[in-house]
């Protein structure tokens, strides 16, 4: 991975979009200190951040139950029980996460990393283990929490219709060698909803997507 | 009740074996399981048997107490400090390798006859079975909950508390269940060899050197008996508290 520039605004929702393998993972881990690198990443020192992972059954911890596991350091008692009920989580408080199927479970993990308060979430393709339909219903729970919430989201994928969806901002990046090959604005009003995945305005986006990689 | 029916199953094929077995050989000390049978219920009136059982669990159970406060801790260490461990392997896998009953002069020369050299074997050898344990399960924690742990800037306390032992918990675990059976060989063979006055292993010598052959078989399927039901108990309550393992 060479000559990567990347500006992340405040409060802005970005999508990483690229083929498998293209180092978008990679990338992620970088930003967010979790793998060392040899660059210059220019940041507010302290900073603090967040992960959603996209194996949700090693990132959640199975001796927790639901409500333990998004409180995990900050007892912060009010905002978990206001998450749980966004996200419709409040029935399962007391399960445990291999008694929840993937999608839920998905859900718990994004429960976890808004509550961490954190500048910045970055969410690593959280729902390609997840079904077709799940991961259309999370993808709008998201949506809605972060039209909500207004977080700094840095968000990994390699659907192109959720990358666009979801997004202030696309950045489309090359595989081999990893390289950002463009940007693309996404000026869709919000809220947004499946609807617009036919729309002319969606579709164009798209295709100039698609033109880039 | 399922599992009943099982056990009845088991036991009656291992009478009609042991039967067989006495049809076979003829010989005077192979006594029939009515015989040993007798021999049960002979002690079980007998003053010294409880005493005997009651001796040989808290032997066993003080050396495993023992075992589990050095080798947890040990093991904890040793296993976020790999580069430490690397240092004491080799003093660790050959001391581990030396099957204890063979350092009994040892034992009696450091501890004497008391009870301390029959509980000295069992941390020698559980210690180093819970402690390797315990250092694999630290060292396969998964990579993303310490991540995890590392971005909620837990604390190093919190972390190994929250996350590091209760990943490790199975692989303790089941450095515990070894640890019960060696525990149970190492007290009644060290009561075999330094002699004791109360002890299953002392009774069963006895047994032996006065000929009460069926007392003694009974005996042996007391320690039996013991073993299974101990193990099934620690089975039993390690599935409820490590609900998660496996799923």
């Known amino acids: 991975m060479k000559d990567i520039n990347l500006k992340i605004n405040k409060n802005e929702f970005i999508t990483i979009f690229g083929p ?26 302290n900073l603090k951040f967040s992960f959603v992972f996209q194996n949700y059954s090693e990132s ?12 995990l350091n900050c007892v912060n008692n009010t905002k978990a029980l206001d998450l749980l009920k966004t996200l419709g989580l409040v029935e399962y408080e007391n399960f445990y996460p291999y008694q929840l199927s993937g999608g839920l479970q998905q859900k718990v993990a994004i429960a976890r990393a808004f509550l961490n308060n ?65 940007e693309i604005r996404v000026n869709l009003p919000r809220p947004r909803n499946l609807k617009l995945l036919n729309d002319n305005k969606f579709l164009r986006i798209k295709n100039k997507v698609l033109k880039l990689i | 009740m399922r599992k009943l029916y099982r056990i009845i199953f088991g036991i009656i094929i291992l009478i009609f074996i042991w039967e067989i077995i006495v049809l076979l050989s003829g010989s005077i000390f192979l006594p029939s399981s009515f015989e040993i049978g007798k021999g049960f219920v002979k002690l079980l009136d007998n003053i010294y048997f409880y005493s005997d059982i009651g ?34 392997e080799f003093i660790i896998d050959f001391l581990r390798s030396i099957p204890p009953p063979t350092l009994f002069p ?19 050898m559980c210690t180093f079975f819970i402690l390797i344990n315990t250092m694999y399960g630290v060292k396969n924690v998964k990579d993303i909950r310490l991540k995890t742990g590392k971005l909620f800037r837990l604390s190093k306390f919190s972390l190994v508390k929250n996350i590091i032992i209760p990943e490790a918990l199975p692989y303790i675990a089941a450095g515990l269940r070894i640890s019960i059976s060696l525990s149970l060989i190492l007290s009644i063979v060290f009561e075999m060899f330094v002699g004791t006055k109360y002890g299953i292993g002392q009774r069963i010598i006895n047994f032996q050197l006065l000929y009460d052959i069926p007392e003694m078989y009974a005996m042996i399927i007391v320690a039996g008996l013991f073993g299974y039901i101990v193990n099934n108990v620690f089975v039993y309550y390690e599935k409820k508290t490590i609900h998660w393992s496996g799923k």
């Open chain 1, 20 to 45: 498998n393998g293209c180092g978008k993972s990679t990338l992620l881990n970088i930003i967010s200190g979790l793998e060392t690198y040899n660059g210059l990443i220019k940041k507010d020192e």
């Open chain 1, 60 to 71: 959640l911890l199975p001796w927790k139950n639901v409500y333990d596991n998004i409180n």
């Open chain 2, 55 to 88: 001796a040989t669990l808290i032997r066993m159970f003080l050396g495993l107490i023992i075992s589990i406060l050095i080798g947890i801790p040990l093991g904890l260490f040793f296993g976020y400090y790999g580069r430490i461990y690397l240092l004491f």
């Open chain 2, 106 to 124: 040892l034992f009696m020369l450091i501890f004497g006859i008391g009870n301390v050299s029959k509980i000295a074997p069992v941390v020698f």
């Open chain 1, 118 to 182: 954190p500048n910045i979430i970055f969410l690593d393709e959280p729902f390609s283990s997840l079904d077709y339909s799940t991961s259309r219903t999370l993808m709008l729970e998201l949506m809605n929490l972060w039209e909500r919430e207004r977080k700094t989201v840095v968000f990994v994928s390699h659907d192109i219709d959720e990358a666009i969806m979801l997004a202030d901002r696309v950045i489309i990046l090359s595989n081999k060698p990893s390289k950002i090959k463009g």
